[in-house]
């Protein structure tokens, strides 16, 4: 698959670089999931820290493929995070830029493509992920004005603003409630369509 053979390449030119501690796959690639349409989640480890430099992470994007552009995740949350668009093939691709302390931090336990001196997996050995569970009592607390809020947008006629609302109740209490329901963990409303239990 072209994302597999994107990463291959990424790992063989960053390993050259004495700055680069290692490489680490997440995302789809650790359930067997990769198909058509997924993009590619790298982790990129390195001595120096990088994310606070837009230049050099563009830089080391750049050094892996063809980069169209990319940009950083602030949107999501996640500034480290340079989210870029590659051509030949045309591949969307996630580089996260951490440094070895960072790396204990984390939802999962990514697929090791690279581990100078075994850095990465020593880190792996001794630390625990940590998926962000939600907290029941803070959506409690907020809920039903939430709701009495969205009701007085419709009553007065701001429905677009209403309907953009219901979004944020589906991603930020509904689809992970359901997600825990059924027993997968709180992606928000990630494949909810494929992995809800039938009757949810």
């Known amino acids: 698959m072209i994302q597999i053979a994107f990463a291959n390449k990424a790992k063989s030119i960053l390993s050259l670089d004495e700055n680069v501690i290692g490489l680490a796959v997440a995302g789809s690639w650790l359930t067997n999931e990769l198909d058509e349409f997924s993009d590619v989640d790298l982790i990129l480890i390195t001595k120096e820290t990088i994310s606070d430099n837009k230049d050099k992470m563009i830089a080391y994007a750049k050094s892996i493929g063809n980069f169209i552009s990319g940009f950083t995740g602030e949107h999501v949350g996640e500034p480290r995070v340079l989210i870029c668009l590659y051509d030949n093939p045309l591949l969307h691709v996630d580089i996260k ?44 607390d907020r809920f039903w004005t939430w709701v009495h809020y969205t009701l007085l947008k419709i009553g007065r006629g701001e429905y677009m603003e209403a309907y953009d609302f219901f979004g944020f109740l589906r991603m930020v209490v509904f689809g992970p409630l359901l997600h825990l329901k059924s027993g997968n963990l709180p992606r928000a409303v990630r494949k909810v369509e494929m992995d809800l239990k039938q009757g949810d």
Do not use: G, M
């Open 97 to 140: 830029f951490i440094t070895l302390k960072e790396f204990e931090v984390r939802i999962e336990n990514p697929k090791i493509l690279f581990d100078r001196d075994n850095q990465l997996q020593s880190v792996l050995n001794n630390s625990a992920a940590k998926f962000p569970f939600p907290d029941y009592q803070w959506i409690e």
